[in-house]
Structure formats: structure tokens, C-alpha cells
């Protein structure tokens, strides 16, 4: 088993738990009102779904990981949402404050108009990550331990 080196939990801010449960709650009233989708059992299965996602959604938490695998960051419970950097692909670490809203239009998972892929669920500080393939953005409210872990797994 790979050694951990550093874990981090973040929970989105109570404002955007209540924003999605009241949409999805509305997006499942609306579902299960809507009379064109027959039968009735399909109205009742997306509007049960959609209700369950939403609530789901509204209190996932984000959590970080690296190991000697590499870097491993997941939303929901369970972990249902999972994206993983391997160590060999990293080329360069950097602990960054940055604009969530400027930058990438918000928290969760995000695309920068530059290519950056983001994960972040709160704050403004996170770690800059350079890959052979692309450049990702970790949100994290520990971003110096999480860039000196990142940089222990990668070899420097």
C-alpha cells in the first residue's frame, strides 16, 4: 500500500449547499409535475434521481490526497467523482493564492479559459500543477504542505 502524505477534507460553504438542494428540490418538483413524460413511474424515477443527486451534491465533500501513486482528489459521498494526477506525470508544483470567480467562473470542478482544469471547493488558495499532459488547479487551505507532498512524490 502506497504511503500517505498528505489528505485534506473541504466542504463547499453552507450558501452553495442550499443553492443546489433548492434546485434540485425544484428540478424534481418540476419533473415530477410534468405530465408529457408518461409513464408516471419514469416522472417519479428522474424526479426521485434528481432529488437524490441534489442532496447528494449539497453535501459533498472535496478531499485531497497524495500518495506515492500521485495525487488523487474526489467529490461526493461516497468518493463517486474521482480524478487522479500519477506522480510520473508531475513537472512542476507551485502553492498559489489565485481568483476562483476571475479565473475559473466559480468553485467545484472548473475549466480556465487558458486549459487549466480546477478542483476546489472554497477559498482562494491552492496549488498550481504542471503535468506532461496539462496544468490543473488543487484547491486547498493548506496549499504549502500540499505542494511540498506533491513535490516529494514527484522527485523534487
Known amino acids: 500500500m502506497a504511503e500517505e502524505r498528505f489528505r485534506e477534507e473541504q466542504w463547499f460553504p453552507r450558501f452553495v ?9 425544484a428540478a424534481a418538483i418540476s419533473m415530477l409535475a410534468a405530465r408529457s413524460l408518461q409513464p408516471a ?3 417519479s424515477l428522474l424526479g426521485s434521481a434528481g432529488a ?3 442532496a447528494t451534491g449539497a453535501v459533498a465533500p472535496m478531499r485531497t490526497e497524495v500518495n506515492d501513486e500521485g495525487l488523487t482528489v474526489t467529490f461526493g459521498l461516497p468518493a463517486w467523482i474521482r480524478f487522479h494526477i500519477p506522480a510520473g506525470e508531475i513537472r512542476h ?7 476562483p470567480l476571475a479565473e475559473f467562473g466559480g468553485w467545484g470542478i472548473r475549466f480556465g479559459m487558458d486549459g487549466t482544469r480546477a478542483y476546489n471547493a472554497r477559498g482562494d488558495r491552492g496549488v498550481r500543477i504542471e503535468t ?12 504549502a ?3 511540498e507532498a506533491l513535490r516529494a512524490v514527484a522527485g523534487g
Do not use: D, K, M, N
Not at 508544483?93 to 481568483?99: C, D, K, L, Q
Open 17 to 25: 449547499g442550499i443553492l443546489v438542494g433548492g434546485l434540485s428540490a
Open 41 to 43: 413511474w419514469v416522472r
Open 52 to 54: 437524490l443527486l441534489g
Open 93 to 99: 508544483v507551485e502553492a498559489v493564492s489565485y481568483r
Open 132 to 143: 506532461t499532459r496539462r496544468r490543473f488547479l488543487v484547491g486547498s487551505q493548506r496549499p
Open 145 to 147: 504542505e500540499l505542494a
